[in-house]
């Protein structure tokens, strides 16, 4: 079964972690190595992200259904702050304008 990681909210504009399945992956992120970048148009499906895991393969994050738009914001700190994707409130990954 897959499960998203991530979820888009239209209202706010923003990429969010989805903490409860984050956590049920018996491994934690370790990197996350951005493709994306502020300014950057995107549409659906486009490559945002790699997640490196501890002892897990990669896992590439691309712009789920809806989000389109142009990268405002990239969270460079997501990992470092407040416990990281796997810990609440959902960490936001990144904003459109």
Same mark, same amino acid.
């Given at each position: 079964?897959? /499960?998203?990681? $991530? %979820?888009? @909210?239209? /209202?706010?504009r923003?990429?969010r972690? /989805?903490?409860?399945?984050i956590? #049920?992956? +018996? @491994?934690?992120?370790? *990197?996350v190595?951005w493709?994306?970048?502020?300014?950057?148009?995107? %549409?659906? =499906?486009h490559?945002?992200? +790699?997640?490196?895991? *501890? #002892? #897990?393969? +990669? %896992?590439r994050? &691309?712009?789920?259904p =809806?989000?389109?738009?142009?990268?405002? $914001? &990239? !969270?460079? !700190?997501?990992l470092s702050?407040g416990g990281? &994707?796997?810990?609440y409130?959902?960490? /936001?990954?990144l904003?459109?304008?």
């Open positions: 079964m897959i /499960v998203a990681l $991530f %979820t888009y @909210d239209p /209202v706010t923003e990429l972690a /989805v903490v409860e399945h956590r #049920s992956i +018996d @491994d934690a992120v370790a *990197n190595y493709k994306a970048k502020p300014g950057e148009r995107i %549409t659906p =499906g490559h945002l992200a +790699d997640l490196e895991w *501890n #002892s #897990s393969p +990669d %896992t994050v &691309l712009a789920p =809806g989000c389109a738009g142009v990268i405002a $914001f &990239l !969270n460079h !700190n997501v702050v990281g &994707l796997a810990e409130p959902a960490k /936001v990954l904003r459109l304008r």
